[in-house]
């Protein structure tokens, strides 16, 4: 095509350069000559020359017509690609347009990283991308994360967290413009990427602004060398621009989202502090909280054991791993015990320093089980902690001083509640709690068993009830002293729980007696399991001060059913049988039958 145009141009230099009266004259000139011909004798000669003129300017004439026509071709063709080229920036801007507007009508956290993606859907279709990513700064000022992600179809991207130091970000960091790569190396690529590295060929990044201070950087990334121009710039400005925009209406939504959860949360423990809410009912209120205000993987709650310097794992949602509830751990080791001894926060951006990490309840961990971000706070009242509230995530710097704020605030205030809480459980442990054995004791029981007849009636499901009485106890303890006594009663009542299972009740009915409410429908079964209550204890000896003792017990069974009116009717029946139990020999058990003890 050029080729052409430079062989249609040096031809019709005489009517390009002079214009079209030099021609109207030159044709004016050449038409006296060739009418008189001037110093030419020879008719044929004159002919000659007449006709050499007319060809010549007919020959002008159509050139400059068909120069004339060939731009006009040109020109319609530029004016037809231009039009579509317009019509296509028209429809981009459209587009973005569309974008902003739901940009700035998006309502949640959630929906954001929705309209990202969305816009940057649009950014991979003007600029033939392979992948295009949003990156925003986290707290730290060193880290940006990947916000919205938008890739084609037939690639595969898994972006990385990644570090202002990395050259290019850096670049763009120190240049606040854009930075455009055409001949990206894989090892360059690589500080982006975690696969389909050799893919990516060329990069274009543009700076984030608010308020003159880059909070971001929208990155594309093509699959061909070269992909990206100079010309391009002003249009990723304008892509970055609508970001920062919509970045603004996102933070306020962020934080209008999170007052708004934390006034109701703050109602919610307000009331706790009003009503006699149970220790698992404040925990669960708290967790339930976190949940929708964190990022997590993990939460635990640690509460400091009374009169001691030792904490133990009271609940923990997410990923359980060795330090699960139960657990107890120092307050002199490690991140969860320097909040609670210290009574302070603390924010670990990343559990990971290169091939170590910072151990998290005692120095002896070998491993943090992928945790890297981890904040906690103490739970107080007034000046007292009571324990801490962790919460941890797999992912290196999600949390930062807002997040921070919140959770002392959490925990500041559920402190009190939490605090009211153990007081009323312990004065209720005390009302309930048989002192010398740990047991429940004859009130406990006696509610218990209220409530189990309720039940047995509901869901006419049948249940036994133990009565348990040491032999010759009496003279037991005249012989060997009350001390030693006391320490015989904590072993039976140990060996007793130890032998039922969990969903049974265990109390000390009084004296050197005992209770237990077996859970079974089936009367051979209570048996079984009161033959296993009276082995364990009459084939021990128990160790006290280097000297051994040995006891037998007598055990009476009696079965809730129908025939039964209430409770004391059924505690009446097993005490009989109990009886019967010692009178006949002692160390045995026997089953209330009503043939038998009428």
């Known amino acids: 095509m050029q080729k ?18 030099t021609v109207i004259l ?15 004798e020879n008719d044929t000669a004159k002919l000659s020359i007449r006709i050499i003129i007319v060809l010549l300017f007919l020959s002008l004439l159509y050139l400059r017509y068909r120069k004339y026509e060939f731009f006009e071709e040109i020109n319609n063709k530029n004016k037809i690609k231009s039009e579509k080229h317009n019509e296509k920036d028209d429809e981009i801007i459209k587009r973005l347009a569309d974008q902003f507007r739901i940009g700035t009508e998006t309502d949640s956290e959630a929906a954001f990283e929705s309209y990202l993606n969305g816009l940057l859907l649009i950014i991979n279709s003007t600029f033939v991308g392979a992948a295009s990513v949003v990156y925003l700064v986290y707290q730290d000022k060193d880290t940006l994360i990947p916000k919205g992600v938008s890739i084609e179809s037939e690639k595969s991207f898994n972006f990385k967290e990644i570090s202002t130091d990395v050259k290019i970000i850096n670049e763009i ?34 700076p984030i602004f608010i308020e003159g201070e880059i909070v971001g950087i929208m990155a594309v990334f093509s699959s061909t060398k070269g992909a990206f121009g100079d010309g391009d710039n002003d249009l990723v400005k304008n892509f970055a621009d609508v970001i920062s925009r919509t970045i603004v209406n996102y933070n306020s939504i962020v934080e209008s989202e999170t007052n708004t959860l934390l006034f109701s949360s703050f109602y919610e423990i307000s009331k706790g502090l009003n009503s006699n809410l149970k220790f698992d009912e404040i925990i669960d209120m708290l967790v339930n909280i976190i949940k929708k205000v964190f990022e997590y993987d993990r939460i635990s709650l640690s509460l400091v054991k009374e009169s001691s310097f030792i904490a133990i794992i009271k609940r923990v949602v997410g990923q359980v791993d060795e330090f699960e509830e139960g657990y107890e751990f120092s307050l002199d080791e490690r991140l969860n015990g320097w909040v609670i001894r210290k009574n302070k926060p603390i924010l670990v951006s990343n559990l990971e320093k290169g091939e170590y990490f910072i151990p998290r309840y005692t120095k002896k961990e070998k491993i943090n089980y992928d945790l890297k971000s981890f904040i906690s706070a103490p739970i107080g009242y007034y000046n007292k902690c009571l324990g801490a509230v962790t919460v941890e995530s797999k992912k290196a710097n999600i949390y930062g001083g807002r997040h921070e704020n919140v959770l002392v605030m959490l925990a500041n205030n ?21 002192e010398m054995t740990g047991l429940y004791n004859y009130r406990a029981f006696k509610f218990r068993l209220y409530e189990e007849i309720n039940r047995a009636k509901r869901s006419k499901q049948n249940f036994c009830l133990f009565m348990i009485d040491i032999d010759h106890f009496k003279n037991f303890n005249d012989e060997y002293g009350h001390l030693v006594g006391d320490a015989i009663l904590k072993f039976i009542g140990d060996s007793i729980k130890s032998s039922v299972r969990n969903i049974d009740f265990v109390a000390r009915y009084g004296g050197e007696e005992f209770v237990a409410i077996v859970l079974t429908p089936n009367i051979e079964d209570a048996e079984i399991s009161a033959e296993r209550i009276r082995g364990s204890i009459g084939d021990s000896n128990y160790k006290i001060d280097s000297a051994e003792y040995h006891v037998t017990i007598s055990l009476g069974i009696a079965e809730y ?21 010692k009178k006949t020999g002692r160390n045995r058990v026997i089953v209330y039958n009503e043939e038998d003890f009428n």
Request: glycine content about 8%.
């Open 4 to 21: 052409k145009l430079k062989i249609l141009n040096n031809l019709t230099v005489l009517i390009r350069k002079p214009g079209e009266k």
């Open 26 to 40: 030159l044709f004016f000139i050449l038409s006296i000559y060739g009418f008189f011909v001037f110093g030419v």
């Open 173 to 206: 960091f120190k240049k606040k413009e854009v930075i455009i790569k055409n001949k990206l190396s894989e090892e360059e690529a690589a500080c982006f990427f975690d696969n389909g590295i050799g893919s990516i060929k060329s990069f274009l990044g543009v």
């Open 414 to 434: 559920i402190g009190a509640a939490l605090e009211r809480s153990i007081i009323y459980q312990r004065l209720e442990s005390e009302a309930t709690i048989d």
């Open 561 to 581: 059913s129908g025939e039964v009116k209430d409770e004391e009717g059924l505690i009446r029946r097993a005490d009989e049988a109990m009886y019967k139990a």
